[in-house]
């Protein structure tokens, strides 16, 4: 049978995932064993008020709570506001009479997650419930990767509620949990180096090196000795001995990021190193043992790269043992309305703005939006909407300036040149509308700055990579811009 605690006890108690507080005991008591018998892996306890509900919540973490709205010596919104101040990210679901109805409004715009009328009915309390306890386990899942990313960049977090960051999510711990190497495919802006991190930092090497290493950064005759280091002499202008990536990664973690880039040499050098475990500094005669796991990652089709013999077949076989798939931004659009207020607060921290908010119809317009350059191109789009918002509330009219250059005078339809009275496909009117936006946003971004990719690709967020796969469905080319020169 349920109990219902005193406070004193409610520290001795086994530490409850739903907590039920309501006055009426015997009503309280039936709840709880109406809920703990549909969930039957989660602790539900019944107290009978504010004051017992506290002190359990003081002593224990509490995923789901379950409260009535009126009752004596503190009532449901009351405790509401207390609750939260001692665990902002509970879940909160107020219990309400018919009469009671804008009171549970009222309780949301406090800070409760949802409201149940009475009488209730079961089926829609086990949905209520079920939702809460999903997003309690989302929040601590979130939580508990923000909590190990601040130890290396307090600026960097995989953040995401959906179904495809789960899977991410599940996979990355999976991964992590042993040392083979690890194969990360995605697209430019998916965070690929972010899971990099991640899976160095939860697994067993976490207090040891991490070494990021951009393969297409490093010029591909200098790629071979900043891998495996040379020796004095090697070559012209080698005065000293030079330790390599590998050497500095010991006993830790390498990324490779954007592994289909390296060239044949390399690939041949790094082939044996992850047969034998042994580097050869340029110019050496004698090798070297390392203990090192390999992450690489590449937003290259490997396969493709294989039949046309621009990718060894044996290394693509070493690399490939575990896989991690990054998601598009496309693929979880749900995920879109966090990360871009998660931006805008990033971008306000920086500039030393009071926060701005988002309406509504802007969030709505981002989740359409396709984002060919993943989250990196939403972080820097909401850059640019932080920049140039003068007031408190970024809203489609400064959408619209910041897309035209101008303010707001025409249609979506209008500005993809397609009349009212020919309507399309839904995906159709918005992949134009976004191709627009894309070759004006990367004109004037490269006439800036007089074709240099490297600046350009710094002041939007995208990858040199990304910036040139875009210039080449755009059908331009960078020198085009730096002959022109700004207009």
């Known amino acids: 049978m349920t109990s219902v605690p005193t406070p004193a006890e409610a520290g001795r108690q086994i530490p409850p995932g739903i907590l039920i507080v309501d006055d009426e ?65 509970l879940s909160m679901v107020v219990l309400s009479a018919y009469g009671t109805i804008e ?24 949905r209520v419930v079920a939702k809460g306890l999903e997003r309690a386990r989302l929040l601590e899942e979130n939580n508990r990767l923000r909590r190990i ?25 999976a991964v992590a949990r042993s040392d083979y190497t690890v194969l990360i495919r995605g697209e430019s802006g998916t965070g690929k180096e972010l899971a990099a991190r991640l899976i160095h930092q939860i697994g067993t090497r976490a207090d040891k090196p991490f070494v990021a290493v951009n393969c297409p950064s490093i010029p591909e005759n200098l790629l071979e000795s900043e891998l495996f280091g040379y020796i004095r002499g090697a070559f012209t202008g080698a005065d000293r001995d030079h330790r390599g990536l590998f050497s500095a990664a010991d006993r830790g973690t390498i990324h490779l990021d954007e592994i289909g880039d390296i060239s044949p040499t390399v690939q041949t050098k790094l082939l044996r190193c992850l ?45 490939n043992v575990l896989t991690l798939t990054m998601p598009t931004l496309r693929e979880r659009p749900e995920d879109v309305p966090l990360l871009a ?6 971008a306000c921290d ?9 309406t509504a119809e802007v969030l709505q317009w981002l989740s359409a939006c396709p984002w060919p350059g993943n989250v990196r191109e939403l972080q820097s789009f909401v850059r640019r909407l932080t920049v ?5 509330r970024i809203d489609m009219q400064l959408v619209h300036t910041v897309l035209e250059g101008g303010p ?4 979506v339809q209008g500005r993809t040149g397609r009349p009212k009275s020919a309507p399309v496909a839904y995906k159709e009117a918005k992949a134009e509308v976004v191709n627009a936006f894309t070759q004006e946003y990367i004109h004037d971004l490269l006439t800036l700055t007089r074709g240099n990719v490297t600046e350009a690709a710094r002041i939007s967020g995208l990858s040199r990579v990304a910036l040139q796969k875009i210039l080449a469905r755009m059908g331009e080319n960078a020198a085009t811009f730096r002959a022109a020169g700004p207009s």
């Open 275 to 319: 047969q034998s475990g042994e580097i050869r500094p340029v110019g050496a005669s004698d090798t070297q043992t390392v203990d090192v796991r390999v992450i690489a990652s590449t937003n290259q089709d490997l396969e493709a790269c294989l039949s046309t013999k621009r990718f060894r077949e044996d290394l693509y076989y070493r690399l």
């Open 103 to 126: 009171t549970a409004v009222e309780a949301l715009h406090a800070g409760a997650y949802d409201f149940l009328t009475k009488p209730i009915e079961p089926e829609q309390l086990f």
């Open 341 to 346: 207020r998660y931006f805008l607060h990033q």
């Open 350 to 358: 920086r500039m030393g703005l009071v926060d701005k908010k988002m």
């Open 149 to 173: 990313l601040s130890r290396q960049n307090p600026q960097s977090e995989l953040i995401g509620e959906g179904a495809a960051m789960r899977r991410l999510r599940q996979t990355i711990a």
């Open 25 to 89: 005991q015997d009503f309280g008591r039936g709840l709880a064993r109406l809920v703990a018998g549909h969930f039957a892996d989660v602790q539900v306890e019944a107290v009978p008020g504010g004051k017992a509900a506290l002190g359990i919540l003081a002593a224990h973490k509490v995923h789901l709570m379950i409260t009535d709205l009126r009752m004596p010596e503190m009532n449901g919104m009351q405790l509401l506001a207390e609750a939260l101040k001692l665990d902002p990210d």
């Open 388 to 392: 140039f918002c003068s007031g408190e």
């Open 408 to 411: 707001r005078t025409e249609t």
